[in-house]
């Protein structure tokens, strides 16, 4: 809404957005969230884009942080019930740095404009928090219980054997699954090819492509060099559960690909009778 006289109070309190003009009545511009300087619109469309970057990014980051608090608060409930913790606080801080940390500070300097979809932010939100939180848990339970189990068989009899031997091991196993998750996650918010709002045709969007190389580099630093594994509390390990891993990985990517492209999770939902949030 725009105005400049004390009739356009009301209606500029109730807008989403209220501009007034510099020339205009002091009540007027009071209420306004915007003045316009001189009575120049050539303000507006600047100030659109930039509002429309700014949400555009918070969404993205927004999706990056409610997966990764899902994912691991059903990862803690679930791992519970066996008995375990699923991570070692010097862990979560290597998952937190290269999966939220980095990609937050990227994903807001590279948000773009764009035309603001029109359903609740919340709906938005919930349409890939779900289906990323619920797929990743399922995954990394198994890639847990595949490691654990026949580190835990293959060890000694003392009772300690399970504590000081499979656990950090399966420990390791969830950390690196998790990040490469994660880095993953990232291609899914900022594809390789983007289409270009309002307009026919896509552009290239490599640099979080590049990104991601960068941060799985630093992953394979930190487990090739013994004192970075040791500060992270990390644990070597070999061949076969590096395989485990990377399957794992891939059949997560794939499966998140499937859901997200067919909508499967809200046809679960309309199917059940569950409303929109």
């Not at 209606?11 to 009540?27: E, F, P, R, V, Y």
């Not at 960068?214 to 487990?223: E, S």
Request: charged share 10%; with cysteine.
């Amino acid at each position: 809404m725009i105005g400049d006289g004390v009739n356009d109070v009301l209606s500029l309190k109730q807008a989403n957005l209220g501009i007034a003009m510099q020339s205009g009545s002091q009540a007027t511009r009071g209420v306004a969230d915007l003045v316009l300087l001189q009575d120049s619109f050539a303000a507006l469309p600047p100030a659109v884009r930039e509002g429309q970057r700014i949400r555009n990014g918070m969404q993205d980051i927004l999706k990056l942080f409610l997966a990764r608090v899902a994912s691991v608060t059903l990862l803690l409930i679930s791992i519970a019930f066996i008995g375990s913790f699923p991570f070692q606080p010097r862990q979560t801080s290597l998952l937190t740095l290269l999966t939220v940390g980095v990609p937050a500070l990227a994903l807001a300097y590279w948000a773009r404009p764009g035309r603001v979809a029109s359903e609740s932010p919340l709906r938005a939100l919930a349409r890939f928090v779900l289906p990323v939180a619920v797929t990743t848990c399922l995954v990394a339970i198994g890639v847990y219980l595949a490691i654990l189990i026949p580190a835990s068989l293959s060890l000694p009899a003392p009772d300690n054997a399970y504590r000081e031997g499979a656990l950090p091991l399966a420990q390791t196993a969830l950390t690196v699954f998790l990040v490469l998750c994660g880095l993953i996650l990232l291609l899914f918010l900022e594809p390789p090819t983007r289409a270009r709002p309002g307009k026919q045709g896509k552009y290239s969007n490599w640099w979080p492509s590049l990104l991601v190389l960068g941060l799985f580099i630093c992953l394979l630093i930190v487990l090739a060099v013994p004192p970075l594994y040791v500060l992270f509390n990390l644990q070597p390990l070999n061949v076969i559960a590096y395989a485990i891993i990377m399957a794992a990985v891939l059949f997560w990517a794939v499966l998140l690909w499937l859901i997200l492209h067919f909508h499967l999770f809200e046809r679960v939902f309309q199917g059940s009778g569950v409303s929109d949030p």
